[in-house]
């Protein structure tokens, strides 16, 4: 890991081994495979919640929807045309428009307005759907616990209807109080008695529902509801890197320039993904996204996604 710049960034290394993760060196990062967990998805790490260094706060899908098809892809859970393993192949990219090369992108360090930023492309294989998008992440040094993230689709690529880019592991940190303008809503009050291994429906709240900024943006945040997760109660047979290590942090999405068909989703699970055992406390979160109408922007169709200490 290398700084760059005034600011202190973390960049992939000149020299080998280098590692696939970008951001700020006392704040907000993300990582790529061969990080830990699954592939086809990108790692959002958060240091300075007292985490040890592979320790993942969530991960951020790439779910596109195509105009005229009821079903998403699924980065995470496709199969590669690559090679045939489960999960989407991401790399990493200085240009969106270059071909993926054998090393992992420095990413772009330059200033505007006097404010220091970081920027690297995702590409991601084709989808099953005929969906070819790549992801922009940027980091600005003066929000250390931020990454803004955009999606695009490629000339190559099927129209889009939908660009999800949804954070995909609420239950780690058993997030539950999801805050909008008026009111905050928790699982238990949206799916009650909902039990077993198997995802809920989504819940949808419109743009009129979530919390606006000064400057126009929408904010949405969801939190756990316990004062201290770490001393949870597991059932037996838990794995461990489900409980939670570390203090607790509010996690949100903010859209700066939102449409008016915007809306926030959520789905929940009662037990941990691909396991039988019960999440402590009940149901909590899982997905959590931002959607609208799919915009062809040359700028890209941007959200922040932001972890931000409670204690």
């Known amino acids: 890991m290398t700084p760059g710049g005034a600011h202190a960034w973390i960049r992939p290394g000149a020299t080998a081994p ?12 993300i990582g790529l495979d061969p990080a830990l967990g699954p592939r086809g998805l990108i790692r959002v790490f958060a240091p300075y919640l007292d985490h040890p260094h592979d320790r993942l706060v969530n991960f951020i899908a790439v779910e596109p929807l195509p105009v005229g098809a009821t079903d998403r892809g699924y980065s995470e859970l496709e199969f590669s045309e690559l090679d045939g393993v489960r999960g989407k192949r ?19 360090v330059d200033e505007v307005d006097g404010v220091g930023r970081l920027t690297v492309y995702i590409g991601c294989e084709r989808f099953a759907n005929g969906a070819e998008v790549r992801v922009r992440a940027r980091f600005r040094a003066d929000r250390p616990h931020e990454v803004a993230l955009a999606g695009f689709r490629l000339d190559s690529s ?78 037996d047979g838990t794995d461990g ?3 939670y290590v570390g203090r607790r942090a509010v996690q949100g999405w903010r859209a700066q320039s939102p449409g008016p068909d915007l809306e926030v989703l959520v789905n929940g699970r009662y037990c941990y993904w691909a396991s039988q055992a019960p999440i402590p406390g009940g149901t909590s979160y899982e997905n959590f996204e931002l959607g609208e109408p799919f915009r062809d922007d040359p700028d890209g169709q941007e959200y922040a996604f932001t972890v931000e200490p409670l204690d």
Do not use: C, I, K
Not at 18 to 28: T, V, Y
Not at 205 to 222: E, H, K, M
């Open 90 to 108: 991401f790399w990493s990219l200085d240009d969106p428009a270059a071909t993926p090369g054998g090393e992992y992108a420095a990413g772009v």
């Open 241 to 243: 890197h489900w409980r």
């Open 158 to 235: 099927v129209p889009l209807d939908r660009l999800y880019l949804s954070a995909t592991m609420g239950n780690w940190a058993r997030l539950r109080r999801l805050h909008l303008a008026e009111r905050v809503v928790t699982p238990a009050e949206l799916w009650p008695g909902h039990r077993g291994d198997g995802f809920t429906e989504h819940a949808r709240f419109p743009l009129s529902a979530l919390r606006r900024t000064a400057d126009g943006a929408a904010v949405v945040t969801a939190e756990p509801d316990e004062p201290a997760p770490t001393t949870a109660a597991y059932a």
């Open 18 to 29: 280098a590692e696939p993760r970008w951001g700020h060196a006392d704040g907000l990062q």
